[in-house]
């Protein structure tokens, strides 16, 4: 049984997130900040979790983390999703528009924009939403629910009373800083780029795992309701209003015309006004406000009579490229970006554009002092389309990648399978922010209280210029950074300090030799036992174990070649980060914990606190209640107390709950093989 306390809680919780993510998303005028956000969202977790019976329909919880899915169910629309005629001229729209009209009679248009993303098909049941589908053909598209749920814009419950079924449609789209980051991201792991943020949209509805779509950070803006006219909605403009009322995005500019002049008028300011605004739009709807107009008028078999789409031109110029650029991303890829004389374009003056790599600048054969003609991908990424060659005179010149790295000099590497040069050396300035993020995370070297800003402090301050420099950091220096107390810094000191001894495979997961994860990383340590080891290895040999293969063997041969990277990795070896995988002591599985003691803390999810007791045992270990000089590791669960705090201050090695599992099933595995 519930107490009437904890649901009153509950639902105050439920309402206030869902009031709060309206604030962020939809309006963008947050009122507090992520923390606090985080805390009534962490509350509301826990209260699930304490009571299952709680959880409802219009809970945010449904957001995070739904399971991938087989293959989406196919949904049978109630109503076709029609598609628009198109227009791409004035003229074209006004005699769309008069033919509508009709000589005699007159009415007012709503003008949108018209949203460059994907339409779907929403449901809410007594005003809350139970699912949701692409259009797919028209007739039949496909259940997207659980990634529609990732969708922050999208409310899960109406603001208002709206009894029964309701089918609302809207567009699905990516903002234009959502696509840039998505596409460098890309870019920088050498996968693929979206053409444009439609697409990227697209492909991220319909992704299987719903994981994937919440980290790609869709978003929602409707228009549309199946039969208005049952709700006493006369208008497209009420509509809109409506929907606005029920809690629902409307995008905010449009506007009711009375006549054809003030249509063309929204046409031409639009035309400029929309590169301003954070998403892509690609032209204007125009929609006969009278709902009644729409049954007069009816549609064809793919588009209505009553409403139209007028499509911006797609914006693109010709510019002179003076030159092309090395830039050195995040992971080392080395990009090639053109140097282009400005030029005015979708709302600002483009003067760089990526040309991607290598393979790109033959396809295209731009050499440097090309006339060639550029576009924005999603209206923000400035690209080259095309090269005028006719307008060559002979002095343009052909490019070639640089074989060094313009920022370390490193000698560049590029793995096979790869279009991409990378710099290989992990301590080049360009990479260290994101290198040292990595090696201090979770599945890596898990450095508490090392996250991005810390990183990106320890780096800027020229503190850590190589990882190895890490194991130098004096606490004053630590204090000096921002946001930075004594406690803090003290802290961090023992973490650092607690992390030299990770398990091997850990290590060489966090110096970010590419694609060498932790999977790869515990292969190759089960193989070769050292780092020494696995250096000395022969790339053939390395090459032919199963699941590593020659493109891995190649990355790994790249970074043991660069000299940078083999300083560091004697600076750390000097430190007394471990080198060497530490290999069970005893041969019978009873005693492969023997010497070591464990203390467990906060709430484990796997077996109980005294099952895992049991289990370190039953190894042969010890399990203790406090922390000591003498434990070998601390395991900590959710919320964990104090022995935490002791641990680490005492360097003591922790392992979270799956970690400690890792550890002992990789023991009795290696046991078994020996
Ligand atoms: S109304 C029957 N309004 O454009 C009316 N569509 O080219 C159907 N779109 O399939 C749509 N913004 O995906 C409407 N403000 C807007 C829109 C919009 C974008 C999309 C929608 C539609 C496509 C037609």
């Avoid at 945010?60 to 629309?77: A, N, Q, Y």
């Avoid at 005028?388 to 793995?415: K, Q, W, Y």
Wanted: hydrophobic content about 35%.
């Amino acid at each position: 049984m519930v107490s009437r306390d904890i649901l009153r809680r509950y639902e105050s919780l439920k309402k206030e997130i869902a009031r709060h993510d309206r604030l962020y998303y939809v309006l963008d005028s947050p009122e507090i900040d992520d923390s606090s956000y985080d805390r009534m969202m962490r509350e509301l977790l826990e209260l699930e979790r304490e009571h299952p019976t709680l959880v409802s329909d219009d809970s945010p919880s449904r957001r995070v983390g739904g399971r991938p899915l087989d293959g989406f169910l196919k949904v049978v629309h109630s109503h076709p999703m029609l598609s628009l005629d198109d227009v791409f001229d004035v003229s074209e729209l006004r005699s769309f528009l008069s033919r509508a009209t009709g000589p005699v009679s007159s009415f007012p248009w709503v003008c949108e924009l018209k949203i460059d993303g994907l339409a779907v098909s929403l449901i809410y049941e007594d005003g809350v939403f139970v699912g949701g589908a692409t259009r797919g053909d028209g007739s039949v598209g496909e259940d997207v629910t659980s990634n529609l749920l990732t969708v922050r814009s999208l409310p899960l419950r109406l603001n208002i009373d709206v009894p029964g079924r309701l089918e609302v449609r809207g567009e699905v789209y990516m903002a234009k800083n959502s696509f840039a980051r998505l596409n460098e991201r890309r870019e920088e792991k050498g996968d693929p780029l979206f053409a444009n943020p439609r697409n990227a949209a697209a492909g991220s509805l319909r992704q299987l795992d719903p994981r994937v779509a919440a980290e790609r950070r869709l978003d929602l803006f409707v228009y549309a309701v199946v039969s208005p006219e049952e709700r006493g909605i006369n208008s497209q403009s009420d509509l809109l209003s409506w929907l606005k009322k029920a809690g629902l995005p409307v995008q905010d500019a449009w506007e009711l015309c009375s006549d054809l002049d003030e249509v063309e008028e929204f046409v031409a300011r639009w035309q400029e006004e929309r590169f301003s605004l954070s998403y892509v739009t690609d032209g204007v709807v125009v929609k006969a406000d009278p709902v009644e107009q729409w049954g007069r008028l009816g549609r064809t078999a793919r588009a209505p009579r009553w409403a139209v789409a007028y499509k911006y031109p797609p914006e693109e110029k010709t510019t002179v490229l003076k030159e092309i650029e090395i830039s050195v991303g995040r992971t080392g890829a080395m990009t090639p970006v053109a140097i282009l004389e400005p030029v005015q374009l979708a709302g600002s003056v483009v003067r760089r554009a990526s040309l991607h790599n290598e393979d790109e600048i033959r396809r295209k054969d731009v050499r440097i002092g090309d006339r060639v003609k550029v576009r924005k991908a999603g209206e923000i990424i400035p690209e080259i389309v095309s090269v005028d060659s006719e307008a060559r005179n002979g002095t343009e010149i052909p490019f070639e990648m640089p074989r060094n790295c313009p920022i370390c000099g490193s000698e560049a590497v590029r793995l096979p399978d790869e279009s991409a040069w990378r710099c290989p050396n992990k301590s080049c300035p360009a990479q260290m922010n994101e290198e040292l993020r990595h090696f201090a995370s979770r599945g890596c070297m898990d450095i508490r209280g090392l996250g991005e800003r810390v990183a990106s402090q320890l780096v800027g301050s020229g503190f850590v210029r190589d990882l190895a420099d890490l194991y130098e950091l004096k606490e004053e220096q630590i204090i000096s950074l921002d946001r930075m107390g004594p406690k803090s810094a003290s802290n961090l000191i023992s973490a650092i300090r607690g992390s030299k001894d990770r398990p091997l495979a850990a290590l060489l997961a966090g110096l970010g030799i590419r694609h060498v994860g932790k999977g790869v990383a515990e292969l190759l340590v089960e193989r070769y036992g050292s780092m020494e080891a696995l250096r000395r290895a022969d790339p053939e040999e390395l090459g032919s174990i199963e699941g590593v293969g020659p493109a891995i063997a190649a990355s790994l041969e790249a970074f043991f070649s660069d000299d940078g990277n083999i300083r560091t990795l004697d600076r750390l070896m000097d430190h007394g980060v471990r080198m060497e995988e530490r290999r069970p002591e005893t041969s019978s599985d009873g005693k492969l914990l023997s010497g070591m003691t464990f203390v467990f803390t906060g709430e484990l999810k796997r077996a109980s606190r005294s099952e895992a007791q049991k289990l370190v045992k039953s190894m042969g270990g010890k399990a203790t209640s406090s922390v000591s000089g003498k434990t070998s590791y601390v395991v900590a669960g959710e919320s964990p107390g104090s022995k935490l705090d002791k641990a680490v201050s005492l360097g003591i090695p922790v392992l979270d709950e799956d970690g400690f599992y890792e550890m002992v099933e990789s023991l009795a595995g290696n046991e078994k093989e020996e």
